[in-house]
C-alpha cells in the first residue's frame, strides 16, 4: 500500500485494524488494548521491548510465566498473552520463586515497579538474588508511586515533590544496580525506556541467562512525577533524561549512583555466572562438611 | 538523516522505504514516534482520534528507512512498518 | 532417610510430624516456610523428608514469603503447604486472601499457640479460631480443620489437600500445640488405601476456554501455568476470562459465587463426631485440644447420670450451623470449652437463637481444661436447665 504525502492522516474506519495485524499482536491480549497507561508513559515502551526479546528468545510461549505485582507496571501481566499472575504487593518475586521452583522448565519472569519491587518487595529481592533463583527481574523505576497518584517511594530523587513530599523529598533513593550486586545478582543493567533496542537486547539476554538476573528501567512518570515537578510532557522527560545519561558498560555498580550533579550512569554492569539455587540444591547430598568455617584456618597466619 | 559518517555507497545504495501502518485507535498521541525518527518521516496530525488525540500521519515517506524504530518505542503498539523485503 | 512417600505401619510421632507425613501421603510436594515455635517441627521433617522425594523444600525470608510462594508453586501444578503459628498467621492473611480470590489449592497449617502477639509461643492457645474466618480483608468462604490428636493430624491433613483439590482454596488446618506436641501413636495405613484427590484439568480448546466459568458445583477448573492455555491470574475481582474488571456487577457476580461455592457444598465439607446425643440435656461442644478433656469430663458426668452429650468438630469452618440450630430445638444447653474467650462459642451462641443455653468455659491460653473444670461447669448450669423455655 503507497503512502501518500498529505497532511491528512490515512484514514481507517474506526476500531478496525489496517489489513495487516501489528507485530506484537500475538503477544497482546488484544481485547484489552488500549491499555490503561498515559500518553508517553515509559512502561509502554519498556512492554514493546520485553515482547521485542521475547519473541527472539525463540522459547516456546507456553512456557513463559509473567508476575507482576502492584502498580501502574504491575498491570503488564494483563496485557501479555502468557501465562501471567498478578499477585498482592510487593510479593511478585517470592509467587515466581514458588512457580519456577515447582516447574523449573517454565522460564518466569518478574515485570513490575520500583515501589512495588523495593520498598515493600525489598526483602523478597534481596533472598531471591541471594539464592540465585532462575528469573529474571524486569524493573521500571519511575521515581514514584504512580498509580495511587504519585507519593514518594524509595527510589524518588533527594529534593524532589510528590504527593507526599510537598516541601521536597528528604530521603536518598536506593541504587538498585548496587543493592542487586550486593545481594549477588548474575545480570545487571540499566537502561532508559527510550533505548528500546539496547533493552530488548538486555532482556534478550537476561532471559536467557540461568540465573536471578536484574534490569532497571529508567522510565517517566508524566502524569505524576513529572507534572509535580515541572517535568513537561513524556516526551519533554524522555529528552531530559537521555541528555542527563551516560552509557558505561561495565561499570561498577556502586558507580550508578542517581544523584545530583551526576549524570544517570546506563548499560550493562554485571554479567557473571554463579550456580542457581536448584543447582546447589541438587548437589548437597555430596557436601561432607560445611564449606565455611573450618578448623585449618586457625593454623594459618 | 543526521548521520555520524556518510556511508561511502549513500549514493548507490539506499534502504527502501517501509510500509508504515497507523492504528488510530491505539494511538494516544505522545510523539514519541515523530520526535525520536531518525529520518523525520513522521508528523502530528491536526486530526483527532475516537479519543481525542492527535495520531501521526506519514509526511515523508520516501525518507523513511524501514528501521522500525517507531514500532519499537510507540508505548501503544499504535504503529507499526512492514519492510518491502518482507514481501 | 527413606525415599518412601507412604510410611505404612506404627509410628510414635508428634503432631507436627504426623501432619507432614498426611501431607507426603496425600502427594505434597513442595513446601516453603518459615520457622515459628510450635510449628518447626512440620518445616524440618519437610526438609529431611522432600527432597528424597523429588519434592522441593524452601525456606524463605518470612512468612508472607512463604505462602506467596506456596501460592505459586500450586500454579506450577505442586500441591504445596506451609506451616506456621500465629504472628505468622497473621502476616499471611493478605496472600490468603489472594489464594481464595484467584482459587488457588494449598493448605496452611497453623500450629496455634497462646497470643496475641508473641504471646505464649510454646503453649496452647485457640485464640486464632475468628481469624481463620475472618483475617483476611474483604468477604469471602474458608475451610478450616480441627484435628485433636496425632492420628487425625495424619488423616485430616490428607483430607485438607482433598479439599483444597476438589474446592481449588487454601484449606486452613487449625491445629494447637498441644496436638502439635502429643508424642502418641500415628498408624499410616498402605498407601493403596489412602484416598488421594487431584485438581480437575480443563481439557477444552484453549481458544474457547473461560477460565472462571463454572457449572452448577461452582468450582472453576483451571489449569496449571505452562498447560498452553495462558491464562490471566489476578488479585483484582475479575470476570469469567480472568481479566479485571472494576464494578459492581463484577463484584456481584465473582463474590456471591466464591461465597455459595462453600456455603451450597457445606454438607459434603463440614465434618463432626457425635456422643450420646439422642436424649442429650446438654452437649458440649469441642474441638482441638479440648476434646479430650471434654471426653473425660462427659463420661464421669453420664457415669453420675447427667444427661450429656458431646458434639467434636472436625471442621470449624463452615461451621455447623444446620446441626446446631437442629439440636438447640432439642437440647437445654450447649457447654463450649475453648482455649480463648469466646470464639465458637460465639457461633454456637448465634446459632441456637436463644432455644438453648450457651456456655463458654474459657481459659486464657498456657494449657488445656481439666476434665474436672469441664465437669463442674456442666454441673453448675443444671439448676438453670429445666425452666420454661419456649422451643420455636
Known amino acids: 500500500m503507497k503512502q501518500k504525502a498529505s497532511k491528512?492522516?490515512?484514514?481507517?474506519?474506526?476500531?478496525?485494524?489496517?489489513p495487516d495485524r501489528h507485530p506484537k499482536d500475538k503477544l497482546l491480549r488484544e481485547d484489552r488494548i488500549p491499555h490503561i497507561w498515559c500518553p508517553g508513559c515509559g512502561i509502554g515502551s519498556a512492554f514493546s521491548s520485553c515482547i521485542t526479546a521475547l519473541k527472539k528468545t525463540g522459547i516456546d510461549y507456553d512456557r513463559l510465566a509473567v508476575v507482576s505485582g502492584i502498580g501502574c507496571t504491575g498491570r503488564v501481566a494483563g496485557y501479555l498473552n502468557l501465562d501471567s499472575f498478578h499477585t498482592t504487593h510487593g510479593r511478585a518475586i517470592p509467587f515466581a520463586t514458588g512457580l519456577k521452583l515447582a516447574k523449573p522448565e517454565m522460564n518466569v519472569f518478574v515485570f513490575s515497579g520500583e515501589g512495588d519491587l523495593f520498598s515493600i518487595g525489598g526483602n523478597h529481592f534481596m533472598h531471591a538474588a541471594r539464592k540465585n533463583i532462575d528469573i529474571t527481574v524486569i524493573c521500571v523505576n519511575n521515581m514514584n508511586y504512580g498509580m495511587t497518584g504519585g507519593q514518594v517511594s524509595a527510589n524518588t530523587p533527594t529534593g524532589a515533590i510528590t504527593s507526599t513530599t510537598p516541601y521536597g523529598n528528604?530521603?536518598?533513593?536506593?541504587?538498585?544496580?548496587s543493592l542487586a550486586a550486593a545481594c549477588g545478582a548474575?545480570?545487571?543493567?540499566?537502561?532508559?525506556?527510550?533505548?528500546?533496542?539496547?533493552?530488548?537486547?538486555?532482556?534478550?539476554?537476561?532471559?536467557?541467562?540461568?540465573?536471578?538476573?536484574?534490569?532497571?528501567?529508567?522510565?517517566?512518570?508524566?502524569?505524576?512525577?513529572?507534572?509535580?515537578n515541572r517535568l513537561g510532557s513524556a516526551l519533554d522527560m524522555i529528552k531530559l533524561y537521555q541528555e542527563n545519561s551516560v552509557i558505561r558498560n561495565g561499570v561498577h555498580p556502586d558507580e550508578t549512583v542517581i544523584e545530583e550533579g551526576k549524570k544517570m550512569v546506563l548499560g550493562k554492569f554485571i554479567d557473571t555466572e554463579r550456580p542457581t539455587f536448584l543447582d546447589r540444591l541438587s548437589k548437597t547430598s555430596e557436601l561432607k562438611s560445611t564449606a565455611w568455617?573450618?578448623?585449618?584456618?586457625?593454623?594459618?597466619? | 538523516m543526521k548521520m555520524w559518517r556518510k556511508p561511502l555507497d549513500l549514493g548507490e545504495k539506499s534502504l527502501p522505504p517501509a510500509e508504515i501502518h497507523i492504528i488510530e485507535s491505539r494511538c494516544k498521541g505522545c510523539g514519541l514516534c515523530v520526535e525520536f525518527c531518525p529520518c523525520g518521516v513522521l508528523k502530528m496530525s491536526d486530526e483527532f482520534n475516537r479519543k481525542g488525540y492527535h495520531p501521526p500521519f506519514v509526511e515523508e515517506p520516501a525518507s523513511c528507512v524501514g528501521c522500525h524504530f517507531c514500532e519499537e518505542v510507540c508505548p501503544d503498539f499504535a504503529i507499526f512498518c512492514n519492510n518491502s523485503t518482507d514481501k | 532417610m527413606t525415599s518412601e512417600r507412604v510410611l505404612t505401619g506404627e509410628h510414635f510421632i508428634n503432631g507436627d510430624e504426623a501432619c507432614t507425613e498426611g501431607a507426603l501421603a496425600a502427594g505434597?510436594?513442595?513446601?516453603?516456610?518459615?520457622?515459628?515455635?510450635?510449628?518447626?517441627?512440620?518445616?524440618?521433617?519437610?526438609?529431611?523428608?522432600?527432597?528424597?522425594?523429588?519434592?522441593?523444600?524452601?525456606?524463605?525470608?518470612?512468612?508472607i514469603a512463604s505462602i506467596a510462594a506456596v501460592l505459586g508453586?500450586?500454579?506450577?501444578?505442586?500441591?504445596?503447604?506451609?506451616?506456621?503459628?500465629?504472628?505468622?498467621?497473621?502476616?499471611?492473611?493478605?496472600?490468603?486472601?489472594?489464594?481464595?480470590?484467584?482459587?488457588?489449592?494449598?493448605?496452611?497449617?497453623?500450629?496455634q499457640r497462646g497470643g496475641p502477639s508473641t504471646g505464649l509461643p510454646t503453649t496452647c492457645g485457640q485464640g486464632d479460631i475468628m481469624q481463620a474466618k475472618w483475617g483476611s480483608h474483604g468477604h469471602y468462604e474458608i475451610i478450616a480443620i480441627s484435628p485433636s490428636s496425632p492420628q487425625e493430624m495424619f488423616d485430616f491433613t490428607i483430607r485438607a489437600f482433598n479439599?483444597?483439590?476438589?474446592?481449588?482454596?487454601?484449606?486452613?488446618?487449625?491445629?494447637?500445640?498441644?496436638?502439635?506436641?502429643?508424642?502418641?501413636?500415628?498408624?499410616?495405613?498402605?498407601?493403596?488405601?489412602?484416598?488421594?484427590?487431584?485438581?480437575?484439568?480443563?481439557?477444552?480448546s484453549p481458544k474457547t476456554y473461560l477460565p472462571y466459568k463454572t457449572d452448577s458445583s461452582l468450582i472453576p477448573v483451571l489449569p496449571d501455568a505452562g498447560d498452553g492455555y495462558r491464562i490471566h491470574i489476578t488479585g483484582l475481582t475479575h470476570d469469567e476470562r480472568g481479566y479485571p474488571v472494576p464494578d459492581a456487577e463484577t463484584q456481584e457476580v465473582l463474590i456471591t459465587r466464591l461465597i455459595n461455592k462453600i456455603r451450597k457444598n457445606r454438607d459434603k465439607i463440614i465434618d463432626y463426631e457425635d456422643y450420646f446425643l439422642d436424649g442429650a440435656k446438654i452437649v458440649i461442644v469441642t474441638y482441638g485440644s479440648s476434646v479430650r478433656p471434654a471426653l473425660k469430663a462427659m463420661r464421669g458426668?453420664?457415669?453420675?447420670?447427667?444427661?450429656?452429650?458431646?458434639?467434636k468438630l472436625n471442621t470449624i469452618w463452615p461451621f455447623a450451623e444446620d446441626l446446631i440450630r437442629k439440636l438447640a430445638k432439642k437440647v437445654e444447653a450447649f457447654v463450649v470449652p475453648e482455649v480463648n474467650f469466646g470464639q465458637i462459642a460465639l457461633e454456637v451462641e448465634r446459632c441456637a437463637s436463644g432455644q438453648a443455653l450457651t456456655k463458654l468455659i474459657s481459659h486464657a491460653g498456657g494449657g488445656i481444661h481439666r476434665p474436672q473444670q469441664i465437669a463442674d461447669a456442666v454441673k453448675k448450669i443444671l439448676p438453670e436447665l429445666g425452666s420454661k423455655r419456649k422451643k420455636r
Open chain 1, 8 to 18: 491528512k492522516p490515512d484514514k481507517h474506519p474506526p476500531d478496525k485494524h489496517p
Open chain 1, 170 to 177: 528528604a530521603e536518598v533513593p536506593l541504587n538498585l544496580p
Open chain 1, 186 to 228: 548474575v545480570y545487571i543493567a540499566r537502561w532508559l525506556s527510550l533505548d528500546v533496542r539496547r533493552l530488548a537486547e538486555s532482556i534478550l539476554e537476561a532471559l536467557l541467562k540461568p540465573g536471578f538476573s536484574f534490569i532497571e528501567i529508567l522510565a517517566p512518570c508524566p502524569t505524576a512525577f513529572g507534572r509535580r
Open chain 1, 293 to 301: 568455617p573450618k578448623k585449618e584456618m586457625a593454623a594459618q597466619r
Open chain 3, 28 to 63: 505434597c510436594n513442595f513446601f516453603a516456610g518459615y520457622p515459628i515455635t510450635p510449628a518447626t517441627e512440620v518445616a524440618e521433617t519437610m526438609s529431611r523428608r522432600l527432597p528424597k522425594l523429588d519434592g522441593i523444600y524452601v525456606q524463605m525470608e518470612d512468612e
Open chain 3, 73 to 111: 508453586a500450586a500454579w506450577g501444578g505442586a500441591k504445596s503447604m506451609t506451616s506456621t503459628s500465629g504472628p505468622g498467621f497473621s502476616l499471611m492473611m493478605e496472600n490468603i486472601g489472594l489464594g481464595i480470590i484467584t482459587e488457588t489449592p494449598c493448605v496452611v497449617v497453623n500450629i
Open chain 3, 163 to 204: 479439599l483444597a483439590e476438589t474446592y481449588r482454596i487454601p484449606v486452613l488446618i487449625m491445629a494447637d500445640e498441644v496436638v502439635g506436641h502429643t508424642l502418641e501413636r500415628v498408624t499410616i495405613p498402605p498407601a493403596e488405601k489412602i484416598k488421594v484427590i487431584n485438581r480437575k484439568k480443563p481439557t477444552e
Open chain 3, 301 to 311: 458426668l453420664r457415669d453420675e447420670g447427667v444427661k450429656v452429650g458431646l458434639l
